[in-house]
């Protein structure tokens, strides 16, 4: 699939509403999935991760190299919806180095005694970098409106219509200020379905090796579904902008997912049109030396100026030292 096609199919257009209902959480139930088969379709999906794998951690370098750019990649999704597979696959072939991945969980007193973007702001990646969020600045309009009693304000305002709108705006104005500034923003909702998710809580709860991720507040959040899927859909819209798109995943098959998120990475960061730095003709010169002399087709500094010493020696004579 090209991978403009692909982007333009699972982003959502600014301005637009949003409703879950309508997008797939299980993209191999398309007509274009069934026609290649489950096992063909599994196989292609690894087959286009591990050639986006090879092409990211080219982009990496690139970036790197540039020095004009970076990127920030924010992942959202309910429980279970796969954010940690999803980032541990797609980011597997990138330098560690170049890459930074930061989890927000529960905000510590430091940080709600700040500005809700304020735990972001410090984490951001440097030019050159792929900075990803699992979890970001959109649990402050996704969490704490489902449960408003968890908001941290200075007054007693009541968190109406205007409250959540001048959120929105905050964070669009802050990602059009990064994206100003040289910040490629791509956000992915991992689209799980009710299903689903329960499946992958069945499978942590009877598989002793995965107890470790099962939270009993997960079967508390659970139990807001609606509310959570309402609030996803109202910030999704009102925050899907044109320089920082969201994508909405289907995230049920999770071979789909990582090859549609990587595909989509590698596309955009290639439209970016990343060059390498240029380098002086002194420098040019200097490298051309450099290889001359390491292929041996040019003697080293230091032989030169041993052959001229031998020349000031008269020959059959032992120079006088001291």
């Given amino acids: 699939m090209n991978k403009r096609r692909l982007a333009r199919e699972f982003s959502v257009k600014p301005g637009s509403q949003v409703n879950l209902g309508k997008y797939k959480t299980d993209w191999t139930g398309t007509l274009e999935a069934r ?69 927000f969980k529960k905000p510590s007193e430091e940080e709600l005694s700040h500005t809700f973007l304020w735990r972001s702001m410090k ?64 956000k992915f909702f991992l689209h799980v379905s009710k299903k689903e998710q329960k499946d992958r809580f069945l499978e942590r709860l009877t598989q002793p090796s995965k107890y470790w991720k099962f939270s009993p507040q997960d079967m508390t959040e659970r139990g807001f579904w609606k509310q959570y899927q309402r609030a996803y859909e109202e910030a999704i819209a009102a925050t899907s902008t044109r320089w920082a798109p969201w994508f909405i995943i289907p995230a049920d098959r999770k071979f789909v997912t990582r090859a549609l998120v990587a595909d989509i990475i590698v596309g955009a960061i290639s439209r970016l049109r990343l060059q390498y730095p240029s380098v002086s003709r002194e420098m040019k010169s200097a490298i051309l030396t450099a290889r001359k002399e390491l292929e041996g ?7 030169n100026r041993r052959r001229r010493a031998r020349k000031d020696i008269p020959r059959g004579r032992i120079p006088h030292v001291g």
């Fill in 35 to 103: 026609k290649l088969g489950k096992e063909s379709l599994k196989k292609q999906a690894l087959k286009i991760l591990t050639k986006n794998r090879e092409a990211l951690d080219a982009a990496q370098e690139l970036l790197y190299a540039s020095n004009t750019h970076s990127v920030l990649l924010i992942f959202q999704a309910m429980d279970a919806g796969g954010k940690d597979g999803t980032i541990r696959h797609v980011m597997s072939g990138v330098n560690p180095q170049g890459c930074q991945v930061y989890s």
């Fill in 123 to 186: 984490c951001l990646p440097q030019r050159g970098r792929i900075g990803i969020f699992n979890r970001s600045y959109y649990e402050d309009v996704l969490v704490v409106k489902v449960h408003p009693e968890l908001l941290s304000l200075p007054t007693d305002e009541n968190p109406d219509r205007k409250f959540w709108e001048a959120r929105y705006q905050d964070i669009n104005n802050f990602e059009q200020h990064l994206a100003r500034n040289g910040t490629l923003v791509l």
């Fill in 297 to 303: 087709n040019a003697p080293a500094a230091g032989k």
